[in-house]
Every structure is written in C-alpha cells, then in structure tokens.
C-alpha cells in the first residue's frame, strides 16, 4: 500500500457519521470472534502493527495489541521506557527506525500534542491516534459509543453527563466531538477551574452544578488529570473537597442511569467504589467495546470501503474461517 492511499485515525474529525457507523458495525461483527474457542481470523496476515507507546497505558496498548493478534497480524510493542528513547533517540529518528519494518499500520500514544500528526508525515503507515497530551483519543470516543448503544440501544438524544477535569482530558475532547456528531446531547459537569473557556462552542452545554447530573442517562465520569497539572497547580481546593461536591457516589444517582468511565478510575475521588462496582457501571463493557472497536479500525484502515458502505462481518464469518 503506497503512501498515496494511505489513512489515518489521529481524531474524530477524520470521520464522519458514516464513518462511524460503519467502524461500530464493524465492531459488532467481531464479537462472534472474540467469543470463540479460537478467537482469531486470518483478516490482517501478513500485515505488521506497530504499538508506540511513550504514556502509561493499560487498556489501549493491551487492547490494540490484542485486537492486531485476533486478526492474525504481526505486531511489534515498543514502550518508551526501555527503549531507546530513555538514550535520547528523538521521536522522528524512532519513527523513521520503526518505519524501516515497514509496518501496515503504527498506533501512537504521547503525551505531547500533534505527535501522532508528525508519526503521519514521518513514516509510511496508517497511523491511529491512541492519545496526544490532551488533544484527542478518538478510539476511546468509538468504543464508548459502542458500548452506550449496545447498552440503550440507541444514540440520537441520549443524554450524556461529562463530569469533572474536562480541561485536560483528551477523551473530553474525542467525546464532546463525537458525541455531538452522532446526534446525543452533551452537558459538561464540573467546578469552572477544570471546564475550558468557550467550550460551548462545541454545542455541548456547561453545568457547574453537580445536580445537573441528575438529567442524564449517561454519568461519564474523568480521572483528575495530574499528569498535564503544572507542579504547584491547584484546581480544587483538596482531593477530599473534591470527592465530597463533585464525586459520583450512590446518592448522586438515580435509578436506571449508568455510569461510565474511561479508566483508570481514582476510587474515593472522582467515582465511589460502590458506584464503580454496581450495575449502574458500564466500565468493564467499556473495556470489552474496545477490543472489537479496536478490532474494527485496524480492519477499517487496512481495507478502506467505500465511505458510507455498512460492512456486516457476521455474513463474512464464514469466509474467514479459523486462522
Ligand atoms: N482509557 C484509557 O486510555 O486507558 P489506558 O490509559 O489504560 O490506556
């Protein structure tokens, strides 16, 4: 595949509507594979994915590097520490050495903005956006997509609750733009210190009364994002103050809301364990949505139909048979 045709997932603005449709029925076809005794097709032999990571990652990088074995593709992992960045290697010179493998695809994570833009003009592969600092992480938008339609079995008008640090969280961003995009109705819910000024912009509407959740049929709960907060940077008086007004505890909710949550969670700040570990929680589906999701885009990226064209992998099971 040369460069002229090649695509990429480095946000929720290099889709559109039929895009995702098409990715989340995609997804759906998958979980026949994944619930197999043999739970791989031959879809991507041959094929090489690349998984970059220089964040910390548990989800995406497991699930990434799962769904490209599932579809029988060779995959390479490489973890920032430990590698030969710890030596200096800048991030050009480490995607030109990867890009020597010639790999079909490479999934980035970095905590910098843009990195996966320059992994694009860098090498010769797709390139999936797996989380620039707090930029975008469209494959996270995707899989809770999935998961909330699996779950109500709808999206047009759901009534989603983003709550807490949307100022430095890049699945606010994926969230809000996808979100929108399929037609639910987003309210941001937190102290106005972590909501970004204009926001509304985005057609999502701004809340800085935790009351406000109760209107949703979807609580999306955000980790406070230390890690993008400079040294001394105090958002919130204290971490308990915090968890007091803002954490999502049993009371918060009423009956027939879910929860959900991108992980890692902060039990006792952000959720509270009961809430975490209830029905109401969508959190370990989240995590099973993001292997066929993830599934999915390496599929989509590597076969680029038609945009708008509905793909039913269940008609196609037969025709891969086992790997
Ligand atoms: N949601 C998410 O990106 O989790 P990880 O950081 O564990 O990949």
């Avoid at 909501?195 to 609580?219: F, H, Q, S, Y």
């Avoid at 390496?298 to 708008?308: A, F, N, S």
Wanted: with cysteine; aromatic share 4%.
């Amino acid at each position: 595949m040369g460069i002229a045709t090649r695509r990429h997932l480095l946000g929720m603005g290099d889709l559109d509507p039929a895009d995702v449709e098409r990715i989340l029925e995609t997804a759906a076809g998958f979980e026949d594979v994944v619930e197999r005794d043999v739970k791989k097709v031959p879809t991507l032999r041959g094929r090489t994915v690349v998984n970059l990571f220089y964040e910390s990652s548990t989800r995406t990088s497991s699930s990434f590097e799962l769904a490209a074995k599932r579809l029988s593709a060779d995959t390479v992992s490489v973890k920032a520490a430990g590698s030969s960045v710890d030596k200096g290697e800048s991030l050009k010179d480490t995607i030109r050495t990867l890009n020597a493998y010639r790999p079909n695809i490479i999934v980035i994570r970095h905590p910098h903005i843009g990195a996966a833009q320059l992994t694009a003009r860098w090498s010769d592969a797709h390139v999936v956006n797996a989380g620039d600092g707090k930029h975008q992480h469209p494959t996270q938008c995707l899989l809770d997509l999935y998961a909330i339609r699996k779950r109500l079995g709808r999206l047009r008008d759901v009534k989603v609750a983003i709550v807490g640090d949307v100022l430095h969280s890049r699945v606010a961003r994926s969230n809000i733009e996808g979100f929108r995009m399929m037609g639910l109705d987003v309210t941001l819910v937190g102290p106005p210190a972590l909501i970004p000024p204009g926001i509304e912009a985005t057609g999502a509407r701004v809340a800085d009364d935790p009351a406000a959740m109760a209107e949703a049929d979807v609580v999306y709960v955000l980790r406070m994002q230390h890690e993008r907060m400079e040294p001394g940077q105090n958002f919130v008086p204290t971490l308990r103050e915090y968890a007091r007004v803002w954490g999502v505890s049993g009371r918060r909710l009423r009956p027939g809301q879910i929860v959900m949550h991108p992980g890692p969670m902060n039990r006792g700040v952000e959720i509270a364990p009961d809430v975490a570990d209830s029905g109401a929680s969508l959190v370990e589906h989240q995590v099973e949505a993001g292997l066929v999701v993830r599934m999915a885009v390496l599929y989509d990226l590597m076969t680029r139909p038609t945009i708008g064209e509905v793909i039913d992998l269940r008609e196609r099971t037969g025709e891969w048979g086992a790997a």
